[in-house]
């Protein structure tokens, strides 16, 4: 596509230098004219810059149809269909025949002979041996008929043929089937020109110009005539290109060692007209720098002269007849140059573009990206709105009246907190949200709506958001994000608890639904019941699209949970952290800690009422710790204990080298099982001695277990 190919300019520019050695030989010595680039001119210039690329570009195309058939009468004829509002196209039609022609046998003799000599008395004899084989070719006739043709409308039958031509062959193969089909008709290649026809007058001069009254027209690149252009030439260029690979790929594959020098019928080394070329002929300020209709015909003719020559080299080198001819070579020529027509006037447009941006960067000193959009908005906004009314950096203080800062909460894009325009709303009843199935809270706080307008390209990625919340050291606050459903109804989706220095980064992720007018022109065409269910279906949207941001600082929410005092905990610091503790991690009721006396008593005995039943709550749970560790204590005893009651394993071969160990007695880890509950007793007496009486309210040992002696093994003999 020439609108999706990337612009080259290092490619255009050298196509601009050989243009510019062959312009010098078409003008007098007296004219030099140099590319756009390099001329001062002004913003009209450029405009007469794209006509005249434009219009040179479609005369050079007129003289490339003259090439293969087309001619003025030809032309007259298409325009006059053209100018009766039918669509005008051209059309390669093709039909390929191949028919049996005959059968030859000859007989082949193999190079190698095998000789034998026979001697006998007789005398001596030679026998020569060799192999003769019978070769069978069958030859076949393939026909080819092909025509350009142009025709109105969709009645191809009243066209005008341009070209017309039948190549033949003789195909020979080794077998009798038929390397071609019988018969097959190709499918046909059809190209729309009516855009041509359109920009061309009753004189068949080429006529385009740019409508630069019409909101779509914003720079001599970016317009609807130009892009009309742009679409006429892609689809020339898929055209020729198709044409051109039917030849190349299918026909000229045909024929077998045909020694043409293909290379010859191509388009390279033809002067191609379309060139961003100005030059300033007349000392007037207003007069144009565009080169005036006669260097173009000039041009043109220059251009026609390489065809012939390039026509005249192909005529050299084709054959008059066969299947790959003087015609093909002029077709594939043509074609060929065709598309560098093409290429060259998206180039040459594209470097118009690409001119005005370079000025503009070079205006400026610096590329304009998004960022640097918005600053100039905020520049501008500063002289457009007084102080009142100006955008403002979403970054907010968490505060109560006459407090120091909690902390801050902003939305940043790329570290730059953003500029909203913010209103606050008057008796408001307050925003309500739930938390759970049972639990609703209704937040009465100042309420602002903020609106932002984001700067971004459409070759730029949206900047991605994000929503900074910061707390000061002993500070805390609660930040929910969500969105806002209705006037007084607020659905949370996230929370967190900021504090003691946090610094939480949230990204916000942002999706763009259609603009109203894009939202009507996609539902037009739906049916009755689909453009109801899309439009309740935005209306949800509409209706969650509204970003909010709730924040609410605890220590006034505990104060009032507690039953105390304003500014009450201001500065018992330790005393928040204490409640922040048991309400968060141990989820303690309320009315365990809250003050139940008097009112009229004052602050400080309230708030000691609170330290003393926090110090109670805090008591509690450490002698719930204490009691939860030694049952685990307990538990791991048990367990250590459970594992003594079975002997350990004897030593590896400690009864060979050493002898036995002396056995446990019966009751082994009886002492050290139970001892701790009463169990336990004295060790048991050595062999031979009379055992103690048992102690009262105990046992007796058990007696010992015979011990068998186990004589030592001999020493081992020495090793040598």
Known sequence: SLCMQAYNSSRFLQHVDAALVRIKTILDNTRAPRVASDVSHG???????????????????????????????????????SDSKRSVSLRLQSTEKCSFNRKEEKKVESASQNVTEIKSIIGKATITDKVITTVRDYFWDFEVSYQLVAFPGNTPDDNIVLLSRTGTYEIKTSSDATPKPKTRVVDDFDLNISWMLDNLNNDLQTNFHIDRKVKSCHTPRRND?????????????????RVRAYFTQQLFTIPTKHGLDLKVATGTNLFVPVVPLLEKTSEEEDSSLVLPVGDINQFLDEQKAS????????????????????VEGG??????????????????????????????????????GSKDFAEYMVFH??????????????????RRPDHYPEG?????????????TSRRLEGGAGMRFAIDAATDICAHGEQYVHTWVNHCFSNEQLAPLKLQARARQFSSYIIVIGTVISADEFNPEHAVVVANKDDVLIPLLLEQIPTPKAFRDAIESLSPEQQDF??????????????????????????????????????????????????????????????????????????????????????MIQSAKEKEVAAAKQEAQYSVSSFGMIPPPAPYASSVCYGAPPPPPSCYSAPQAF??????????????ASAPPPAPGGCAPPPPAPVSSTPAPPPPAPVS
């Open 408 to 420: 801050v909460v902003s939305i940043t894009c790329e570290d730059n907190a953003i500029y909203t």
């Open 381 to 398: 906004n500063r002289k457009l709105f007084r102080d009142l009314y100006q955008p403002q950096q979403f970054c907010y203080a968490v």
């Open 675 to 688: 001892g701790a509950f009463g169990g336990g007793g004295p060790p048991p007496p050595p062999p031979g």
């Open 307 to 326: 065809l012939a020559s390039k026509n005249a080299n192909v005529a050299k080198a084709f054959p008059d007849t066969g299947l790959i001819t003087k």
């Open 43 to 81: 913003y009209d210039d450029k405009y007469g810059l794209a006509e005249f690329l434009t219009n040179t570009s479609l005369a050079a195309l007129l003289n490339t149809l003259e090439t293969i058939g087309s001619d003025a009468k030809k032309i007259q004829k298409m325009k006059t269909w």
């Open 225 to 241: 005539d130009i892009e009309k252009a742009f679409r006429f030439f892609e689809s020339w260029v898929d055209w020729a290109g």
């Open 331 to 368: 077709i594939q020529i043509a074609l060929e140059h065709a598309m560098e027509i093409a290429l060259y006037f998206a180039d040459g447009l594209n470097f118009i573009e690409d001119m005005l941006r370079s000025q503009l960067i070079s205006a400026i000193g610096k590329e304009v």
């Open 534 to 619: 899309a439009k309740a279906f935005r209306q949800m949207q509409l209706d969650s699209t509204l970003f909010g941001i709730c924040v609410i600082q605890i220590k006034p929410q505990l104060e009032r949970l507690l039953n105390l005092p304003e500014d009450s905990l201001t500065k018992e610091i330790q005393l928040t952290q204490n409640l922040m503790e048991l309400f968060v991690e141990y989820q303690i009721p309320s009315d365990l800690l809250s003050y139940e006396g008097s009112e009229h008593l004052p602050r400080d005995n309230k708030v000691d009422y609170v330290k003393k039943q926090v110090s109670i709550m805090q008591n």
